[in-house]
């Protein structure tokens, strides 16, 4: 080996070396241009693994095939202007830039444009995403509300340039006039998920009660197109939307055998625009021949009853007797009180004056004088004694006497006489503790000969010794104290 191949101990730069240590900054920014020169413009096929949406907006994955992998970067700018949302296990063709990362010595793709990789990989985004909605309970049927039978209000989310609405408004005016409230939209295009889910959103958000009036049934819908065309409604938001509308909204994307993710979400399908205005709405000429039908049946039923309770009145009245047969036994009758009346008063009238030609002769003065006598004698005789009552009178007296002491005994004033002094306050009522007295303040007491006002000062006032507790009084004579009254 040469003397200037052999390892040493310090480096030392040696007359005719061509190739000067490079630092690594240095060495990392010489390959970084090499790489960014040499793949200024690439295009990657593969399949998206490990995707991140950072909440600086900017987006990170892997693109891999069964072979290699090459880490990629979507900046903010980018991200926002995709056509779909990327997702693990899509297949994609992803073009940009090859560029290194010299903080961690890897290569990566900076991608500008990403699409799906063919029809097949569109399908099997949507077939992925269809599961993944309908595992929420998204597209349940038990979710599904009824349609209005008459709307009054309908609100209609879509182009205001294309012939859907005025499909809608040509079908609603021949079938049920309504009123109509339009939410523009663009129904194909990068904005146009965002645009119908604020749409659905915002018809949901109005009310009842405010100057626009409040939608009773929601329309989503455009004219048909390929699957690229119609992907918007496809996206997430507009699904979630279309499920947490408190509107009952009928779905009128594409032709009858277009189908989209807002189909599923939707509480009702229509395989056109016009067919959508049909099940909004039913048909006014029908609806007046129904009634008009109902009204001739209704009539046709009340004449039927008619006749119906004429028959039954006719058949109970000929079953009933006539009102001559019915009162024929009493008018007889009556006839004969008639012709027996005049002989019974008479009668009547004889008998009534042999009864008092019989006892006039009873009725002398000397038979009332007799009798007169016999009760003054009665009446003499019946002396009454007062002796009764005076004994119930002293009775009650003598109870109303012992009464009367115990009042006294019992009277509020009557310890007074004893040294004792109630003591009230200045507005009344009477206090019973040191405490209630020293809130007072203000006092009233209350001697035997008079009563006095004093104030209480309670810094300088100390609760005095109490007198020794009298014995308490025994069972008995609490018993017997109760029984005072």
Not at 9 to 14: G, M, S, T, V, Y
Not at 220 to 248: H, K, M, Y
Request: hydrophobic share 40%; charged share 30%.
């Amino acid at each position: 080996m040469p003397p200037s191949d052999r390892p040493r101990l310090l480096a030392e730069e040696q007359p005719g070396d061509n190739a000067p240590a490079l630092s690594v900054s240095e060495l990392s920014g010489a390959l970084k241009r090499t790489v960014e020169d040499a793949f200024g413009f690439v295009r990657v096929r593969g399949e998206i693994s490990g995707f991140k949406r950072h909440s600086s907006g900017h987006c990170y994955l892997s693109l891999k095939d069964e072979r290699a992998c090459i880490d990629g970067v979507i900046w903010k700018g980018q991200a926002s202007a995709m056509r779909f949302r990327p997702e693990d296990g899509i297949e994609v063709i992803a073009t940009g830039k090859l560029t290194t990362f010299p903080g961690r010595s890897k290569y990566q793709i900076v991608i500008d444009r990403m699409e799906l990789a063919g029809q097949g990989a569109l399908m099997a985004l949507l077939d992925q995403r269809r599961r993944q909605l309908a595992a929420e309970g998204l597209f349940d049927e038990d979710r599904k509300r009824p349609l209005p039978f008459m709307p009054r209000v309908i609100g209609v989310v879509t182009s205001p340039t294309g012939a859907v609405i005025r499909d809608i408004l040509h079908r609603l005016a021949d079938r049920c006039p309504s009123h109509v409230i339009l939410w523009p939209v663009a129904v194909q295009g990068d904005a146009a998920a965002l645009q119908v889910a604020r749409a659905v959103r915002g018809f949901g958000a109005l009310a009842p009660d405010g100057p626009i009036p409040r939608p009773d049934l929601l329309i989503v819908g455009r004219g048909g197109g390929s699957i690229e065309d119609l992907w918007a409604f496809n996206e997430e938001e507009v699904v979630r939307a279309i499920a947490e509308s408190p509107i009952p909204v009928i779905s009128a994307v594409g032709h009858e055998t277009d189908t989209t993710l807002a189909d599923f979400a939707a509480d009702r399908r229509a395989p056109t625009p016009t067919a959508a205005a049909e099940m909004a709405v039913p048909v006014r000429a029908d609806l007046a021949h129904h009634v008009r039908e109902l009204g001739g049946r209704a009539e046709r039923l009340a004449l039927r009853y008619r006749e119906r309770a004429a028959e039954r009145f006719d058949a109970v009245a000929d079953r009933l007797p006539t009102l001559d047969g019915l009162f024929a036994g009493q008018q007889q009758r009556l006839d004969d009180l008639a012709d027996r009346l005049p002989r019974a008063l008479g009668q009547r009238l004889a008998h009534a004056r042999s009864d008092l030609a019989h006892a006039a002769g009873a009725l002398r003065p000397a038979l009332l004088d007799r009798k007169y006598e016999r009760a003054a004698e009665r009446l003499a005789s019946v002396r009454l004694s007062d002796r009764p009552i005076r004994v119930k009178i002293d009775q009650n007296r003598t109870a109303l006497d012992q009464l009367w002491r115990l009042a006294e005994q019992l009277h509020p004033d009557r310890p007074l006489q004893r040294g004792y002094v109630r003591v009230e306050r200045r507005d009344g009522g009477v206090l019973s503790n040191a405490q209630a007295a020293r809130d007072a303040g203000r006092l009233t007491l209350h001697f035997a000969d008079g009563a006095v006002d004093a104030r209480v000062d309670g810094d300088d006032l100390r609760a005095p010794t109490r007198a020794p507790a009298r014995a308490k009084a025994g069972p008995d004579e609490a018993t017997r104290q109760q029984k005072l009254f």
